[in-house]
């Protein structure tokens, strides 16, 4: 479908993009996801045909896009602040690139009806824009860039200036949205909780370069490296040094098959950590409610700090000793 090969960008001396590979399958849902200025929006313009490329390649369903128009790429894009045409109604809105592809009055009237109940806005045709929530106007944004068919749907954080429970709600939504349809969509954000929600693959950029491309559970499992694990929220990374194939932290070894001699991290995933009677000492020195369970801060009297899921209501206060115990087959072992 979509093939991106060691694409660079440059902006005068900045490199925005380097060397970036990028394959996007029918029907795939892929999420770009990196901290601000990595490249993300840089690598979407490119691909839409608004930026271009210092070296490289992109190349969409066999044809390659080199000086093609943004406008004859065959994309749908959305980006963060929607822009929506103020003096325009919803209709007005979701037809504008409809009329802009010559379509024929009564064939934008029937696809704009359509693409308008897909995102749950049957009816809304004739509102003014300005009389939207803030969800709704993404919603019309989304149907604006649905309306045309594209063959690949591109969004830039598209649920970016949205508050956090309507945001919860659309991720949901969406994913539903591009599963009925089938859609091929590249999606660019920098919230880890959004792409781990929607992708079927995560694109993990850092400094214009890609760091690791993997499906959610993968990424969080078996993160490419400690920055990796520490953007996806990862917090139990501990100092180790190789020996014989074993990683050895002062909470014991993990196993750490293919690592070369010298200093890397273990990763302690959340289900690797327990808190238990015998096991090594710590005490208490925060504790944070996460809705279902709650997650406490244990600085362990072997020195790392650790944070420990505490299911069924029966956590610690803070300042209580403790003692945690470790499952060595619920690590993973990453360059520091
Ligand atoms: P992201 O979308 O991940 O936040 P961007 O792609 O917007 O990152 O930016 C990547 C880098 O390129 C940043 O250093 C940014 O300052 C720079 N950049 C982006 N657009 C331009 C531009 N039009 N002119 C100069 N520099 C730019």
């Known amino acids: 479908m979509l093939s991106v090969r060691d694409l ?8 925005a993009v380097a060397d970036v590979d990028l394959d996007v399958g029918a029907g795939e849902v892929v999420c770009v996801l990196g901290p601000s200025g990595c490249g993300k929006s840089t690598l979407l313009r490119t691909i839409a045909g608004l930026e271009r490329p210092a070296a490289g390649e992109v190349v969409l369903d066999g044809r390659d896009l080199a000086g093609v128009r943004p406008d004859q790429r065959g994309l749908g894009m959305m980006f963060q602040d929607g822009a929506l045409f103020p003096h325009r109604d919803v209709a007005g809105n979701v037809a504008f690139g409809l009329r802009m592809r010559g379509w024929d009055r009564a064939d934008v009237t029937a696809r704009v009806h359509e693409v308008l109940a897909l995102v749950g806005l049957r009816g809304f ?42 945001r ?12 009925r349809l089938g859609s091929t969509v590249l999606y660019v954000t920098h919230d880890q909780d959004e792409a781990l929600a929607l992708a079927d693959r995560v694109v993990v950029m ?3 370069r890609v760091v690791q491309a993997a499906p959610p559970d ?3 499992r078996r993160p490419a490296d400690a920055f990796v694990a520490r953007f996806l929220g990862q917090t139990n990374l501990v100092a180790a040094h190789i020996e014989d194939d074993r990683a050895v932290t002062v909470l014991g070894d993990v196993p750490a098959r293919g690592h070369r001699d010298g200093d890397v991290a273990v990763l302690f995933l959340p289900d690797a950590l327990r808190l238990t009677r015998d ?6 020195t925060a504790r944070r409610f996460a809705g279902d369970h709650v997650v406490v801060t244990v600085e362990l009297a072997a020195g790392p700090q650790l944070e420990v899921a505490c299911w069924g209501g029966d956590a610690p206060a803070v300042g209580s000793d403790v003692a945690v115990t470790v499952d060595p087959d619920a690590t993973w072992v990453v360059d520091p």
């Open 206 to 208: 850092r400094a214009g």
């Open 279 to 284: 096991g090594h000492r710590g005490v208490v």
């Open 8 to 15: 660079t960008v440059r902006f005068g001396d900045t490199v």
């Open 125 to 166: 045709g004739g509102r003014e824009v300005s009389t939207l929530s803030g969800g709704e106007q993404q919603r019309v944004a989304l149907a604006r860039a649905l309306a045309p068919e594209p063959n690949l749907l591109m969004l830039d954080e598209p649920l970016g200036s949205l508050d956090r429970g309507l």
């Open 168 to 179: 919860d709600r659309l991720i949901g939504e969406l994913r539903e949205l591009f599963d």
């Open 218 to 220: 993968e990424l969080w």
